[in-house]
C-alpha cells in the first residue's frame, strides 16, 4: 500500500490549509492509502527530504497561510537534472505513489513535470494538482479556493473604510490599492460592497487600460459632488502601452515620466498625482498580506469548497496523473459546485483575466461579476478563540 | 421634561457607536428624559442645528465609525463668541437639558467649555462627556472604550502576518506601522499576539526614544537567528531630541539627516534604512484606518464596557454638569470595571502614555502591560451578515 504526500506552494491564502485540510482527511478514511507525509516547503522538501506526518488536523481548516511552509521553485525541463534524482530517491525512500500539490499556475508547472517525469521512467507514482490562489486567475475552473475568502475580506474591509472616511465632513480623496498584478478580479470583488450601499466610487482593473487624465476627471467629479472619494484600484493598472502606473516617475512632484523605479504602490503614485494635479487632501491605503491572510474573517462557502477540492485530490489521485481538481459550477437556480478532472497541463502557466466586457467604463464593474462572485462569499467560519484571539494551527513559530 | 442631545467627535472607532446606543437605549427608558436627539457631526451640528432623532438603533452597537458623523473643531475660550451665541439657540429652540459628548481628550475640552458656558449663563443644561478613543490616551479612566476592539485586531493580524510571512523559506524583515502619535498603546498590543507564539519580534513605542542604529541592531541579529523579521513599530516614534524618525530624510537612498517632509509613515523610513544599511528584503504594511473601523473583529468586553459608559452618562448628566465617565477596574479576581465620575476638566487637553517601566529594553513589554490589557480583548460579538457582508447602520452613504 503506497503513501502519500501533500505540499503547498505560492503565496498564502486563507483557504490552502482547508485543501490540506481535505486531503488528509479523505486520505486517512481511504484504505487504499497508508500514510499521509506534508512535504514542507513543497517541492523543495521534497528535493531536499524534508517530510512531515500529518496527524492532528485540529484548528488547521480555519488557520490561514501554508502550513507546510511555501516555495517557488521552478523544476528543469530536463529530467536529467539532479532534482529529479534527488525527488525519485525522496519517493522511493518513502514509498509514495500519490502526490498532491495545491497551489497557484506556477505550481500547475510544477505537477505537470513531475506527472510527466514519472511516467517518462514509469514509475507508479501519480501526481495531481488542487487549485489555490486569491487571484483567481486559473483557466480550467470556474473559481479558485481562496478567492472567496480574499473578496469577503475586501468587500466587508471597503465598508469599514468607506463608514471611516464618510464620519468627518473635510473632502478628502482615499485610494485603496488591493491585489491583482495581472488581473483584478480582487478589485473587483470591492464592488461587492456596493451591495450594501458602501462600496468604492470607481474600480480600476488591470484588464483595462489606466489612463491619468480620465483618473483625474474621475476623481474631480466625485469630489465636487460628494467631497468624499473612495477609489479601488489594482495593483497592477497599466497604461495603454502596457506600462505599470506604478512605476511612473515623480518629477518635481509632479508624476508624468515614466521611470524603472519602484515607487512603493500605485496608490502612492495615484495619491501623489491627486494631490499635485488637483489639489484634493488624499489617504492610500494598501491592503497588502492582510487580504490573503485574515483567517479570522473567512467565506464558509470558500473554506468547504476548498476542503471539497482537497478530497476530491486524495480520491481522484489513485487511478489519476497529471491531473488538476477543477470547480464546476452546476447549472441550477442555487449555487453549488462540482469537482472535475481536467489535464494540468491545460492549466499551468495561463492566466485567467477578468472578462472585459465586466469592466464598465474604465471604471466600474457589471452585475454579470456580482451574480458570478457573491455565492462566493457566503457563510462564516470562525476559528476557535484563545486569549482573545483565533487559533491557529502552527507548524513553525 | 427636557430632550436630550448626544454627539460623537475625534477619531472613529469600532466601539464608538456602542456607546451612542447606550446613551440612547437608557434615555428611551428614562420616564425623565424626553427626546433624544443626535447632533450631526458633532459640535458643528449644534452650532447649526444640525439635529436628527434616533429612534431605530438596530445594527448600531455593532457598527463601527461614528454614526451621527464626527468632527475637529475647538470653541472659542470667549463665551461671547457667535458659536455659543448658535449653540444657545439650538438648545433653547429644542428644549435640551442633558448633553453627552462621546470622544476623546479634544472632545472633553468641548464638554469643559460647554458645561461652563451653561454655568455662567446660569442656562439648565447639563453637558458630560463619555470616553471614546483607540488610542487609550485618556487620563482619568483605567482604559477607553475602542481601545479593546482596536488591539483586538492589531494583535489577531499580527498573528496572521506572522503565519504569511513565515510561509516562504526567503528571508524578509517586515515592518508594521501601527497608529499611536503620542502614546504606544496600540503597538504595545501586538504583544497579545505573542502568547499565542505569534507575536512580533520587537516592538518601538514612542514612549522610548528611538535609536536608529540600536534599531538595525536589533533587526539584524534578529535576522541573522532565523532569516524573519516581524516588527510593530508606532507612527510616533523619535529620537532622543524629540524628532519625529518618520520625518527623516531621503538622502540619495541613506536616510540619516533630518528634513521637514513627511515622507509617507515611519515603516517607509524604515524599510529603507534596513534595505540601504543592512540589504535584508523589507515589506513595508501599515494597519491605518483598518485597525480602528474593523467592526466585523471587535471585542464583546470592549462594546459592551462602551454601551456602559453611555448608558451611565444618560443617567448621571441628570443631576451633573461638566463631568467625565470613568472607567475603573475593581480590585477583584476576576476582572471587572465600575464607572464613576470626575471633573471633565481633569482629562481635557492631557495624554496618558504607557508607564516607562512596562517597556524593556526599549523593544519588549513587560507582563504588566498583559495582564493589563488582555481582559480587553476577551469575546467577540459579530454583527449581522447580510449578502455575505457585515450589516452596518449608515447615516449617508
Redesign the interface.
Known amino acids: 500500500m503506497k503513501n502519500l504526500l501533500v505540499a503547498q506552494s505560492g503565496g498564502?491564502t486563507s483557504a490552502i490549509n482547508a485543501s490540506l485540510y481535505g486531503v488528509v482527511m479523505e486520505a486517512n478514511e481511504n484504505p487504499n492509502i497508508g500514510k499521509v507525509y506534508g512535504a514542507v516547503?513543497g517541492v523543495?522538501g521534497l528535493i531536499h527530504d524534508n517530510l512531515i506526518g500529518i496527524y492532528d488536523v485540529e484548528s488547521l481548516k480555519t488557520?490561514?497561510?501554508?502550513y507546510l511552509?511555501?516555495?517557488?521553485y521552478h523544476l528543469s525541463d530536463d529530467f536529467n537534472d539532479i532534482d529529479y534524482r534527488d525527488i525519485l530517491e525522496t519517493v522511493k525512500k518513502h514509498d509514495i505513489g500519490y502526490m498532491a500539490f495545491i497551489g497557484g499556475n506556477d505550481s500547475m508547472d510544477t505537477v505537470d513535470r513531475l506527472s510527466r517525469f514519472f511516467k517518462s521512467i514509469n514509475y507508479p507514482c501519480n501526481v495531481i494538482g488542487v487549485p489555490k490562489t486569491i487571484d483567481n486567475d486559473l483557466v480550467g475552473t470556474d473559481h479558485t479556493p481562496g478567492y472567496g475568502s480574499s473578496i469577503?475580506y475586501i468587500?466587508?474591509?471597503f465598508?469599514?473604510?468607506k463608514?471611516?472616511?464618510?464620519?468627518?465632513?473635510s473632502g478628502r480623496a482615499t485610494i485603496v490599492e488591493v491585489m491583482g498584478r495581472d488581473a483584478g478580479w480582487l478589485t473587483a470583488g470591492s464592488k461587492?460592497?456596493c451591495?450594501?450601499?458602501?462600496g468604492p466610487d470607481w474600480m480600476y482593473l488591470p484588464e483595462s487600460a489606466f489612463n491619468v487624465d480620465k483618473f483625474l476627471e474621475d476623481v474631480k467629479a466625485i469630489y465636487e459632488r460628494q467631497r468624499k472619494v473612495l477609489i479601488a484600484v489594482s495593483e497592477g493598472v497599466r497604461d495603454v502601452e502596457g506600462r505599470y502606473i506604478a512605476n511612473l516617475l515623480s518629477v518635481d512632484g509632479n508624476l508624468d515620466a515614466f521611470g524603472h523605479t519602484q515607487l512603493?504602490g500605485v496608490s502612492?503614485v495615484l495619491g501623489s498625482l491627486i494631490k499635485s494635479r488637483l489639489g484634493i487632501p488624499v489617504?492610500?491605503?494598501?491592503l497588502?498580506?492582510?487580504q490573503?491572510?485574515?483567517?479570522?474573517?473567512t467565506?464558509k462557502t470558500d473554506l468547504d469548497e476548498a476542503e471539497m477540492c482537497g478530497r476530491f485530490a486524495s480520491k481522484m489521485v489513485q487511478n489519476n496523473n497529471g491531473k488538476f481538481v477543477s470547480m464546476v459550477r452546476n447549472d441550477q437556480k442555487t449555487y453549488s459546485i462540482r469537482c472535475e478532472l481536467v489535464n494540468v497541463n491545460e492549466v499551468a502557466n495561463k492566466v485567467k483575466s477578468l472578462p472585459i466586457n465586466w469592466i464598465i467604463n474604465g471604471n466600474d464593474i457589471s452585475d454579470d461579476f456580482i451574480e458570478y462572485a457573491?455565492p462566493l462569499?457566503?457563510?462564516?467560519i470562525?476559528p476557535a478563540?484563545?486569549?482573545?484571539?483565533?487559533?491557529?494551527k502552527?507548524l513553525?513559530?
Open positions: 498564502p516547503h523543495f488557520t490561514p497561510s501554508a511552509g511555501s516555495v517557488r469577503k468587500a466587508t474591509t465598508q469599514e473604510l463608514l471611516d472616511t464618510n464620519a468627518y465632513q461587492l460592497a451591495l450594501n450601499g458602501l512603493g502612492g489617504r492610500t491605503i494598501e497588502n498580506l492582510m490573503r491572510c485574515a483567517g479570522h474573517l467565506s457573491l462569499i457566503q457563510g462564516e470562525t478563540y484563545s486569549n482573545g484571539l483565533p487559533v491557529y502552527v513553525y513559530k
